[in-house]
C-alpha cells in the first residue's frame, strides 16, 4: 500500500510540474508574440504581414513546447489571426481598417479548403478499418504469410506498412493496428516486452510509416497541406496517380533499406521463432471469418484506391470528392459499414481541427507577402538563387531537417514552412511551373521525414509508449535512416525526378 501511495504521489507531482512547465511555455508564447508586434514593422512587409508572423511565432512555440493541446492552439491562433488583422490596415487599402469580418474569413479560410474537407474525410475511412477490424485482419494475414524465421516477421511487418499505408489514411492508425499484434506476437515468444525483437520490430513499424507517408498522397495528413498550398499559390493540383509516380519509387528503395538498417543495428535475439506462424494464425483464426461489413469495407476500400489512382486518366472525379462518395456509402444504413456514432468516437477531430487553422494561417502567411518576405530573410544571404535545382533542394532539405527536430506533428511544420518553400521558388527565374512546384513537393516528402526521435512523429510515439524501446534505440535506426533519406532524396532530383517530369 506505502509503496502504491508513493508511486502515485510521484506521479501526481511529476503532472503538477510539466503543467507548471506548460503554463511558463504559454506565457513565453504571448511574450514572443507581443515583442514582435512591439517591433518596427519591416521594410517590404504590411503591417498585416508584420502581424501574422508575430502569430507564426507564438504557434510555432506552442507547436514545438506542446503547452496546450493542437486544438486549442488552433483556437488561439485562428482567434489571433482574426483580432489583429481585423484591427490592422486592409491589404488592398491601408489607409482603411480591415475590418474583423474580412479578417475572419481570411483566418477560417482552411476550414473550407478541399485538402482539409479530404483530411476529415480520409479520417472516416481510418476509423471505419479500426471499428470493423480490417486494418488488423489485413496485418494478420500478411504476417501469417511470412514464416517464423525472424528477418521474415520482419519483411512481414515492413509490408504490413506498405499495404495498409494505401487503405489506412492515418500513420497513427497504421502503427496503432500493428502495435497489439506485435506485443502478442512477443509475449507468446516468452520474450520480455523491451526484448531485442520487440524493439526490432516496434522500431520498424514506426519508420516504415514514415516512410509510406511520402509514398501514397492519401497515406498523411501532412500532405494535404501541401496540395492544399500548392493549389492555392500556382493554381495548380497533384493528382493521386501522379504524386504515386513520383514518390512511390524511392519509397520502395527506403524499404528494401529499411531492413537493412534495422537488422545492422538492433539484431534480434535469434534468428527463428517457435510456433510463430502458429500463434499468429490463432490470433487470426480468433477473428473468424470476414464479416458482411468488413466485405463491403473492402470493396469499397478497393474501388476507392481505383478511383484515385486513374484520377485523371479514366475520369475527372478528384480525390477529395471520391473520397467523400466513400464516406457517404460507408455511414448509409444496410450497405455502409458503421453508423455515426461509432465514427464519431474514433475520429481525432482536434487533427482536423489542427489542420485547418494551419492551412489557413499558411494562406494568410501567403496573401500578406510574410512568407515571402520570410524565405528572403532565411536563404537570401546564402545566394539560394544562384544555385542549380539540385543545390537549392540540397539546401533547403537540410534547413528542413534542422527545424524538424522541433516539431512534433508533421502538419504544423508543413503549415509552417511550406509557405516559405512556394515563396522561395516564386522567386526564382528561368524555371517552369512543374520544376517549381516539384522543388516544393520534395520539400513536402522531407516534412515527413520522422525518422530520428520519437518525438518526431505520432506514430512515434505510439510504438514509443509501448515501453519495447528506448530513445537511443530509435535514434540509432534514426540517424543512418535520415542520412540515407536525404542522398537517396539528393540522387532521385538529379536522376528519376527529372526523367518522370517532376523537375
Do not use: C
Not at 506552442?62 to 481585423?86: D, F, K, M, R
Not at 473550407?112 to 479530404?118: E, V
Not at 510515439?461 to 535512416?481: E, H, I, N, Q, R
Amino acid at each position: 500500500m506505502d509503496s502504491h501511495k508513493k508511486s502515485s504521489t510521484k506521479s501526481e507531482s511529476a503532472d503538477k510540474k510539466k503543467q507548471k512547465l506548460k503554463a511558463i511555455f504559454l506565457l513565453v508564447a504571448f511574450l514572443a508574440l507581443i515583442v514582435i508586434l512591439m517591433l518596427p514593422t519591416p521594410e517590404g512587409l504590411s503591417v498585416a504581414g508584420h502581424r501574422t508572423l508575430a502569430v507564426l511565432a507564438f504557434a510555432v512555440i506552442l507547436w514545438v513546447t506542446e503547452a496546450v493541446s493542437y486544438p486549442v492552439s488552433a483556437a488561439l491562433i485562428t482567434v489571433l489571426l482574426t483580432l489583429l488583422l481585423g484591427f490592422g490596415p486592409s491589404l488592398e487599402d491601408p489607409t482603411q481598417i480591415m475590418g474583423t469580418k474580412t479578417a475572419l474569413t481570411m483566418s477560417l479560410s482552411g476550414f473550407s479548403n478541399s485538402a482539409a474537407i479530404l483530411v476529415a474525410a480520409a479520417l472516416f475511412l481510418a476509423a471505419a478499418m479500426q471499428a470493423t477490424k480490417l486494418d488488423k485482419r489485413i496485418a494478420l494475414t500478411i504476417l501469417s504469410k511470412v514464416g517464423s524465421q525472424t528477418k521474415s516477421i520482419l519483411i512481414g511487418a515492413i509490408l504490413v506498412g506498405v499495404v495498409l499505408a494505401f487503405f489506412v489514411p492515418s500513420t497513427t492508425a497504421r502503427v496503432g493496428a500493428i502495435v497489439p499484434i506485435i506485443l502478442g506476437m512477443v509475449a507468446a515468444f516468452g520474450l520480455e516486452k523491451n526484448s531485442r525483437l520487440a524493439a526490432l520490430l516496434m522500431i520498424t513499424s514506426a519508420q516504415i510509416g514514415s516512410i509510406w507517408n511520402i509514398g501514397v498522397k492519401t497515406a498523411a495528413a501532412q500532405n494535404m497541406v501541401a496540395i492544399g498550398f500548392i493549389e492555392e499559390a500556382f493554381g495548380k493540383s497533384v493528382t493521386w496517380g501522379q504524386w504515386f509516380l513520383y514518390a512511390a519509387p524511392w519509397s520502395i528503395a527506403m524499404s528494401v533499406l529499411l531492413y537493412f538498417v534495422m537488422l545492422k543495428v538492433i539484431p534480434p535475439e535469434m534468428d527463428s521463432i517457435p510456433n510463430g506462424n502458429e500463434m499468429v494464425r490463432k490470433q487470426l483464426d480468433e477473428l473468424g471469418k470476414m464479416t458482411k461489413p468488413q466485405i463491403r469495407l473492402t470493396i469499397i476500400s478497393v474501388t476507392l484506391l481505383f478511383l484515385w489512382a486513374t484520377e485523371g486518366t479514366l475520369h475527372d472525379i478528384d480525390t477529395t470528392t471520391s473520397t467523400l462518395l466513400a464516406v457517404a456509402i460507408m455511414l448509409t444504413p444496410k450497405i455502409g459499414v458503421f453508423s455515426w456514432k461509432e465514427a464519431e468516437s474514433n475520429i481525432p477531430w482536434g487533427t482536423i481541427i489542427l489542420f485547418a487553422a494551419g492551412i489557413s494561417l499558411g494562406t494568410v502567411l501567403l496573401k500578406t507577402q510574410a512568407a515571402n518576405w520570410m524565405s528572403s530573410a532565411m536563404f537570401s544571404s546564402i545566394g539560394i538563387s544562384t544555385l542549380s535545382v539540385l543545390g537549392i533542394i540540397a539546401a533547403v532539405a537540410a534547413f528542413n531537417f534542422l527545424i524538424h527536430l522541433g516539431f512534433a506533428s508533421a502538419t504544423s511544420l508543413a503549415s509552417a514552412f511550406i509557405p516559405v518553400v512556394i515563396s522561395l521558388t516564386q522567386g526564382l527565374e528561368g524555371y517552369s511551373v512543374a520544376t517549381l512546384i516539384g522543388i516544393v513537393l520534395i520539400q513536402q516528402f522531407v516534412v515527413s521525414f520522422g525518422f530520428l526521435l520519437p518525438v518526431n512523429a505520432p506514430q512515434n510515439m505510439v510504438a514509443y509508449g509501448t515501453g519495447a524501446f528506448t530513445t537511443k534505440d530509435f535514434l540509432k535506426s534514426g540517424v543512418p535512416l535520415t542520412i540515407i533519406g536525404y542522398l537517396l532524396i539528393l540522387l532521385f532530383a538529379a536522376t528519376y525526378w527529372k526523367w518522370v517530369g517532376l523537375l
